[in-house]
């Protein structure tokens, strides 16, 4: 034995490393808290395919991870395998369905793309560079058509299909047949710096831009001190959308301009000018308000043209996630500014009464740790 | 008995071995002579199984090269095969772990008859010990042939001396030996057999006792009338 | 096979420690170097100037895992290692008929399979590449604590290993992911038995043995390398998923390592002289 001391202590020291190592690589994220649900009050079956997405972070040791909850089951992103782990977070939803009905249509495309997916159609547009000099750069479409298992794609030169300068992409949205685009599109010279925020109008049929509209525009010395933002929402089938233009002041941001879309590309400028656009649902458009410390969820009715229902929550503030499912709304807020505990709520659309009220969580209450919630999302 | 068959070696486009027949039996000290570049170490390590050969075969007893045959054969190169910071009794316990057929007590009475050190390091031996102690890794090994290239160049006189002695000892007697050689005249009285070579040819292969009985002729006689 | 394994590791342990200790020396120095510098420019000049030791928290942070391995220094040796396992794997086969003792004659002669030799030194370079990866691991922990002696405690957060390693280029021979630390080691693996492959075809066939051999590194060179341009610098994302993609991984490694494994044996049983 004694003259096999050499290569047992090695291998002896490579296996207790090995599992030392393996143990204990991952116990930054194992140390971060759990999350489970808490039904205050209402039917925790109305959870069943509904799964949060969100992070966790520990302020003190700089560890951070995405999570994403259920009512069964808890996982950690970091702690996935690497091959499941396709992005540096978890790909929304959408995508991932895509992906498992259509692998090939997905190839090379990523969710940083701007994206929108309906029930008859999935779009991707991407800005891509080209000519000699890579002086003129042009929108490439990317359409399937879910009905008829198709593919198309097509490009638009900027300069000459959109009568613009030099672009950004902002945000997309299709409805029906419609594909819906803002892009900032800039023009600046020696003395002048412009920004124009414009809205396009796509038809994917005839593969062609049949409407080019400015929202907004800025000229300044191109600080970005004044910017607008755009929103859009749209309801499960995708056949209503909803825009918001908000305008960003010093710190505060206003609303400025809410388009309501419905099919065969109507377009109806609303008068609304309180909140933020969070969801469209049939004869609703639903925005969320927070004033004077409280929070409410407000219904303006495309009916009447008007507010007409309204809920007011008490305990919890910043009403974010907004999503309709089955005719229930569902959406977060959090009991402080800390965010260190968060509320789920289910509100039914038609008697506007609760249905689900519950809190998510931490499995450690220490103030280091901070959560917040990113998506909630359905599973079909 | 050791059966070497038409055998054929090529390096490259010069052919060494073009024809190479002989036989080599137990208890018998078979010499391969040929001057060099002849292909006489080409032969041993073919038989060995460290060199593979283009055509013919060699058989060992009857029988094709087997890796269990190393318990068999012994083969002493004309280089040292153990590494140099060894000392004697690492080597003995090297030799003890990888061969069942090495015998202690056999290699402690060579370590005697060629008064080597067991202690000593191998780098630390002069040429003629360095030598000697290669040839004790191979002959303390109880196999039925033993292999040698070359056991008698570049070493002096008196280690030459002990070496041929060992040749007469128990400690060789009755194992089937081979060896090479270019030049034969301190130990022409060991042999038995002769395998003369020539140009990739066996030319002539003859026992010592017999060729004086019959043709009163001595192996210098049958080199200078065949190499000449 | 174990005794041969033994006997070749017992040849290169000297190596393996001496490499150790350099390790540890020098990157031991850079850890000293970078908790002083940190100690010095973050501390010590903020405290002159007024500031309160709240404040330079605030500011700065606290001193992490990523300051262990700050300084290049740090992998100064990390390189040095592997340009000696590099070597070595040419040295573990060459030294064995160079000089003027040709131990290859007795390692062929020995009564067992001739892919012992082949096995045991494959295994001893492997042994000795994850000894070193493990005692850089074993060597974090003790940086975690020279970096606690230097520093006062109000100033140290996490200095956990495992934030050393997946903060820092460590994480190369240290995957955080059992699965690519595995993956790693097995291509290691691969890599060792070309570069066999190479030293095997110049001792069966000198000099156009090379040529053959260094062809064929540079054909699989040439498609690997190929195949990852393809897949990330012209493209903005990968056409392959990473599902796909470990897929092609294991298969092209399966079919690689089988196709140089039994070349290799080939060469071993039939090919090689002394």
Redesign the interface.
């Known amino acids: 034995m004694k003259k096999y001391w050499k290569l047992t202590l090695t291998l002896t020291g490579i296996i207790v490393l090995f599992i030392t190592f393996t143990l204990q690589k991952d116990r930054p994220i194992k140390e971060l808290p759990q999350y489970s649900f808490n039904t205050v009050e209402g039917d925790s079956s109305l959870l069943d395919d509904l799964q949060v997405i969100g992070d966790t972070y520990d302020m003190q040791y700089n560890t951070y991870t995405e999570f994403k909850l259920t009512e069964q089951s808890f996982e950690k992103f970091e702690l996935l395998p690497f091959y499941k782990q396709e992005a540096y977070q978890y790909l929304p939803n959408a995508i991932e369905k895509l992906k498992k009905e259509d692998k090939n249509f997905m190839r090379q495309k990523s969710f940083d793309d701007l994206y929108d997916i309906n029930e008859d159609y999935a779009a991707f547009i991407t800005l891509s560079f080209s000519g000699v000099w890579y002086n003129y750069n042009e929108l490439k479409v990317d359409i399937k058509d879910r009905k008829k298992d198709e593919y198309k794609e097509f490009t638009l030169n900027v300069k000459e299909d959109l009568q613009l300068n030099d672009i950004t992409l902002d945000q997309m949205l299709i409805v029906e047949d419609y594909l819906y685009l803002t892009v900032t599109d800039y023009n600046a010279t020696e003395d002048l710096y412009d920004e124009d925020i414009h809205l396009l109008t796509i038809d994917m049929e005839e593969e062609r831009v049949i409407d080019s509209q400015e929202l907004a525009h800025i000229s300044d010395d191109g600080t970005g001190e004044e910017n607008y933002e755009v929103d859009f929402v749209h309801n499960e089938e995708g056949s209503q959308a909803a825009m918001a233009l908000y305008y960003w002041g010093e710190h505060e941001r206003e609303l400025e301009k809410v388009i309501y879309f419905s099919g065969n590309n109507e377009k109806q400028v609303l008068d609304v000018s309180e909140g933020d656009l969070a969801a469209v649902a049939d004869d609703y458009l639903i925005f969320v308000n927070y004033e004077n410390g409280k929070s409410s969820v407000d219904f303006y009715s495309l009916t009447e043209e008007k507010f007409t229902e309204h809920i007011h929550l008490d305990e919890y503030h910043f009403v974010d996630n907004t999503v309709i499912e089955k005719d229930i709304l569902y959406f977060t807020a959090v009991n402080d500014e800390i965010e260190t505990k968060a509320a789920l709520f289910a509100y039914d659309l038609y008697t506007f009464e609760p249905l689900y009220v519950g809190e998510i969580v931490p499995s450690k209450t220490d103030q280091r740790y901070a959560m917040s919630i990113s998506a909630l999302e359905f599973i079909h | 008995m050791i059966e070497v068959k038409h055998i054929q070696k090529k390096f490259g486009r010069k052919t060494v071995l073009k024809d190479i027949s002989f036989h080599a039996k137990e208890g018998h000290i078979t010499c391969l002579i040929g001057i060099n570049g002849s292909g006489k170490t080409t032969i041993l390590k073919s038989i060995m199984n460290l060199m593979s050969v283009n055509r013919g075969e060699i058989l060992i007893d009857g029988h094709q090269f087997t890796e269990a045959m190393y318990e068999k054969v012994a083969y002493v190169p004309d280089v040292l095969t153990m590494p140099l910071h060894m000392k004697i009794k690492d080597v003995f316990q090297f030799m003890r772990d990888f061969y069942k057929s090495w015998n202690d007590q056999r290699a402690d009475e060579l370590l005697t008859f060629f008064k080597l050190d067991k202690n000593e390091r191998l780098k630390n031996l002069s040429k003629g010990n360095l030598a000697k102690a290669n040839m004790l890794f191979g002959l303390a090994l109880d196999v039925d042939y033993i292999l040698l290239d070359e056991p008698f160049s570049g070493i002096d006189m008196f280690s030459r001396e002990q070496i041929a002695n060992v040749f007469t000892t128990d400690l060789v007697e009755g194992r089937g030996v081979i060896l090479t050689t270019h030049e034969i005249h301190d130990i022409e009285y060991l042999i038995d057999e002769v395998v003369l070579l020539n140009n990739g040819f066996v030319v002539n292969q003859f026992n010592v006792e017999q060729m004086r009985e019959e043709q009163g002729k001595s192996i210098v006689d049958v080199m200078r009338e065949v190499l000449v | 096979m174990f005794?041969?394994?033994?006997?070749e590791?017992?040849?290169i342990?000297k190596l393996?420690v001496g490499l150790s200790i350099g390790v540890f020396g020098i990157q031991l120095i850079s850890v000293i170097i970078s908790t002083i510098s940190y100690k010095e420019s973050v501390i010590e000049s903020n405290l002159r100037e007024g500031m309160t030791l709240q404040e330079i928290v605030e500011t700065y942070g606290l001193f992490?895992a990523y300051y262990i391995t700050l300084n290049n220094l740090f992998f100064l040796p990390v390189g040095i290692c592997a340009g000696v396992i590099l070597f070595s794997i040419f040295f573990i086969w060459y030294r064995d008929w160079a000089?003027?003792?040709?131990?290859m004659?007795?390692l062929?002669?020995?009564?067992?399979?001739?892919m012992t030799i082949y096995y045991a030194k494959l295994l001893t370079i492997m042994?000795t590449v994850?000894?070193l990866a493990?005692?850089q691991?074993?060597y974090l922990y003790i940086y975690a604590i020279v970096a606690k002696l230097i520093l006062p405690s109000q100033y140290i957060?996490?200095l956990?290993?495992?934030?050393m390693?997946?903060q820092s280029s460590l994480q190369v021979i240290?995957a955080?992911?059992?699965?690519?630390f595995i993956s790693a080691y097995l291509i290691g693996t691969l890599f060792v038995m070309m570069m066999f492959t190479l030293i095997l075809l110049e001792r069966s066939y000198k000099f156009v043995g090379l040529l053959i051999g260094g062809l064929y590194l540079f054909v699989i060179a040439s498609l690997i390398i190929g195949f990852i341009v393809h897949q990330y610098i012209f493209?903005?994302?990968?056409?392959?998923?990473?599902?796909e993609?470990?897929i092609i991984a294991i298969l092209a490694w399966l079919i690689l390592t089988l196709i140089t494994f039994i070349w290799n044996r080939h060469l071993m049983k039939?090919?090689i002289?002394?």
Do not use: W
């Open positions: 005794r041969l394994l033994n006997f590791f017992n040849r342990f393996l992490e000089g003027k003792n040709t131990f004659y007795r062929m002669m020995l009564p067992q399979s001739r042994i994850l000894s493990f005692i691991y074993l957060g996490s956990n290993p495992s934030d390693i997946s240290l955080p992911d059992t699965l690519l493209n903005p994302y990968p056409y392959f998923y990473k599902t993609l470990v039939r090919k002289t002394v």
